[in-house]
């Protein structure tokens, strides 16, 4: 099968955009699962076994079909920054390097058009040159592609006025199905859904559109509080206040800004930081908020800087903490505006120093909404278990990093629309088998073809 795959590679693409190469099939098989203890250990060895970089949709298109022809499981990869094994192969076979089509499509008054592997800096830039800039993004924003982000990610830096992907943040997108001759489907509106979030199990996106705003000027800054319950007080005054332009809403406590030390900025090391991005002039009315609840600003950035304050928010916080301290991890919740303070006393009265909180102020919905990232002590499989079940007892919702499968890592509620994609893009069960669990489920029961297509080479991983 291996060698079937190669030929038909070879007729499609250039010898130097197909690798068989040891290394770079490994390279392309990771991302940061390793964030995950647990992910680490049973994602470990899954590799590909042949790496290709399509330039254009019509090479995709081609790449898709040898796929289908040779019945060789095939995962997309953009940025490779995923956090949950998105991209990693569990059944190897070809993974399809998106990050060579890499061109903005178009650029409109309040969108743009970009290729799949199109990266966020990039497009910042280009967006910048005409006086725009995009709604959301993640921390992630120097590597991640613009695909990468709406198949596998789920707010950023913009969340805070503009929601997550799913609130309107995709326009349009192109998605190729893995067929003999795959035609492409243009999808919009509510049809987006099927290929949000959902790990390129449902389809290849080979460009999208997304909303532009007008770009403003942005203060960086750092203010501190008491603790992280005053600092809730803070975060929900801030999101209702109309005046002050936000893009960037964080809380980090001081037992995980410990872990920034490397980056000498000066963080409080006693207090809990809120890191802010708000409109430039807006200072003062932020300062007024903050003093409320004894808060006071640490430090601003200065306007030239290069430094991104990002880069300590979302999951950049883990990232510090995991160079710190391999035996640290995280989760990711969904905590009560109104009981914030309640659960997290609870949780710390249980867990002590093991659980340190950072949140990430947003809009879902239109409603605001905590999410927290916290850092958690990693004492083995059953602990970490036990720390989910807890958390969740106490009104804390649980999208548990440390699995692969789409529906064991949040909460999927569109399974049938899912799969009613995956069936017209991917009758044969090719695309990054192994994460939607409910394909193989349905396969099984009628006799559909959406069963495990594992070539020899790889490390193989059944369900
Ligand atoms: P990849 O990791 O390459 O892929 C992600 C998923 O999308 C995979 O399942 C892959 O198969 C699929 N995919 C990729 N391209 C396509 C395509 N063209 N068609 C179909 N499927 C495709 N996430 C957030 O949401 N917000 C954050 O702020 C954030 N911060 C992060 C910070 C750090 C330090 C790290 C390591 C991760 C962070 N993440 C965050 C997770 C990740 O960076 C984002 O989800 C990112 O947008 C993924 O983009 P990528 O190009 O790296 O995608």
Redesign the pocket.
Request: hydrophobic residues 40%; glycine residues 10%.
């Given at each position: 099968m291996a060698a079937a795959i190669l030929d038909r590679l070879a007729e499609i693409l250039p010898e130097d955009r197909v690798s068989v190469d040891p290394r770079t099939r490994q390279s392309n098989s990771e991302?940061?699962a390793w964030?995950s203890n647990v992910l680490e250990e049973d994602l470990g060895g899954c590799r590909a076994d042949v790496v290709a970089w399509p330039t254009t949709a019509a090479e995709l298109a081609d790449v898709l079909a040898a796929a289908h022809g040779t019945r060789t499981p095939v995962?997309?990869?953009?940025?490779?920054?995923?956090?949950y094994g998105?991209?990693v192969p569990v059944r190897g076979g070809l993974v399809v390097n998106?990050t060579r089509m890499n061109r903005v499509l178009e650029l409109g008054d309040g969108l743009a058009r970009v290729e799949?592997?199109v990266r966020f800096a990039d497009l910042d830039r280009a967006a910048n040159a005409v006086g725009q800039e995009i709604h959301i993004y993640?921390?992630?924003y120097l590597?991640?592609?613009v695909?990468?982000?709406v198949?596998?990610?789920?707010?950023?830096?913009g969340s805070v006025a503009h929601g997550v992907?799913a609130d309107g943040n995709v326009l349009a997108a192109t998605v190729y199905p893995v067929r003999d001759t795959p035609k492409r489907r243009q999808l919009t509106g509510a049809e987006l859904s099927s290929?949000i979030h959902?790990?390129?199990?449902t389809?290849?996106?080979?460009d999208v559109t997304v909303p532009l705003a007008r770009r403003i000027g942005w203060e960086q800054a750092v203010y501190s509080f008491p603790d992280i319950v005053a600092c809730h007080a803070f975060a929900l005054e801030l999101m209702e206040d109309g005046t002050v332009p936000k893009r960037l809403l964080s809380s980090v406590e001081p037992g995980i800004t410990r872990y920034f030390g490397r980056a000498r900025l000066p963080f409080p090391a006693e207090r809990t930081s809120a890191i802010l991005m708000y409109g430039l002039g807006h200072r003062e009315r932020v300062e007024t908020l903050a003093g409320r609840q004894g808060g006071c600003l640490e430090f601003a950035l200065p306007q030239d800087s290069r430094t991104r304050l990002s880069d300590f928010?979302?999951?950049?916080t883990?990232?510090w903490a995991k160079k710190a301290d391999d035996s640290l991890t995280y989760l990711q919740t969904g905590w009560s505006v109104e009981r914030f303070g309640e659960q997290v006393h609870a949780i710390q009265a249980e867990y002590g120093e093991d659980f340190a909180v950072h949140c990430e102020y947003f809009r879902a919905d239109g409603s605001p909404f905590t999410a927290a990232l916290p850092i958690v002590r990693y004492r083995g499989r059953e602990h970490l278990d036990r720390m989910v079940e807890f958390v969740e007892s106490v009104g804390v919702g649980v999208a548990n990093p440390h699995r692969y499968v789409l529906e064991e890592g949040s909460k999927v509620e569109n399974v049938e629309e899912l799969l009613r994609a995956k069936r017209e893009n991917d009758p044969a069960g090719l695309l990054?088998p192994g994460?939607f669990q409910a394909a193989f489920t349905a396969g099984e029961q009628t006799g559909h073809t959406f069963k495990p297509a594992s070539m020899t080479l790889a490390r193989q991983r059944v369900l």
């Amino acid at each position: 099968m291996a060698a079937a795959i190669l030929d038909r590679l070879a007729e499609i693409l250039p010898e130097d955009r197909v690798s068989v190469d040891p290394r770079t099939r490994q390279s392309n098989s990771e991302d940061y699962a390793w964030f995950s203890n647990v992910l680490e250990e049973d994602l470990g060895g899954c590799r590909a076994d042949v790496v290709a970089w399509p330039t254009t949709a019509a090479e995709l298109a081609d790449v898709l079909a040898a796929a289908h022809g040779t019945r060789t499981p095939v995962t997309a990869r953009g940025g490779g920054t995923g956090n949950y094994g998105q991209c990693v192969p569990v059944r190897g076979g070809l993974v399809v390097n998106l990050t060579r089509m890499n061109r903005v499509l178009e650029l409109g008054d309040g969108l743009a058009r970009v290729e799949a592997g199109v990266r966020f800096a990039d497009l910042d830039r280009a967006a910048n040159a005409v006086g725009q800039e995009i709604h959301i993004y993640p921390s992630t924003y120097l590597t991640a592609t613009v695909c990468g982000f709406v198949a596998g990610g789920s707010g950023g830096i913009g969340s805070v006025a503009h929601g997550v992907i799913a609130d309107g943040n995709v326009l349009a997108a192109t998605v190729y199905p893995v067929r003999d001759t795959p035609k492409r489907r243009q999808l919009t509106g509510a049809e987006l859904s099927s290929v949000i979030h959902a790990y390129g199990t449902t389809g290849v996106l080979a460009d999208v559109t997304v909303p532009l705003a007008r770009r403003i000027g942005w203060e960086q800054a750092v203010y501190s509080f008491p603790d992280i319950v005053a600092c809730h007080a803070f975060a929900l005054e801030l999101m209702e206040d109309g005046t002050v332009p936000k893009r960037l809403l964080s809380s980090v406590e001081p037992g995980i800004t410990r872990y920034f030390g490397r980056a000498r900025l000066p963080f409080p090391a006693e207090r809990t930081s809120a890191i802010l991005m708000y409109g430039l002039g807006h200072r003062e009315r932020v300062e007024t908020l903050a003093g409320r609840q004894g808060g006071c600003l640490e430090f601003a950035l200065p306007q030239d800087s290069r430094t991104r304050l990002s880069d300590f928010t979302w999951n950049h916080t883990t990232l510090w903490a995991k160079k710190a301290d391999d035996s640290l991890t995280y989760l990711q919740t969904g905590w009560s505006v109104e009981r914030f303070g309640e659960q997290v006393h609870a949780i710390q009265a249980e867990y002590g120093e093991d659980f340190a909180v950072h949140c990430e102020y947003f809009r879902a919905d239109g409603s605001p909404f905590t999410a927290a990232l916290p850092i958690v002590r990693y004492r083995g499989r059953e602990h970490l278990d036990r720390m989910v079940e807890f958390v969740e007892s106490v009104g804390v919702g649980v999208a548990n990093p440390h699995r692969y499968v789409l529906e064991e890592g949040s909460k999927v509620e569109n399974v049938e629309e899912l799969l009613r994609a995956k069936r017209e893009n991917d009758p044969a069960g090719l695309l990054n088998p192994g994460k939607f669990q409910a394909a193989f489920t349905a396969g099984e029961q009628t006799g559909h073809t959406f069963k495990p297509a594992s070539m020899t080479l790889a490390r193989q991983r059944v369900l």
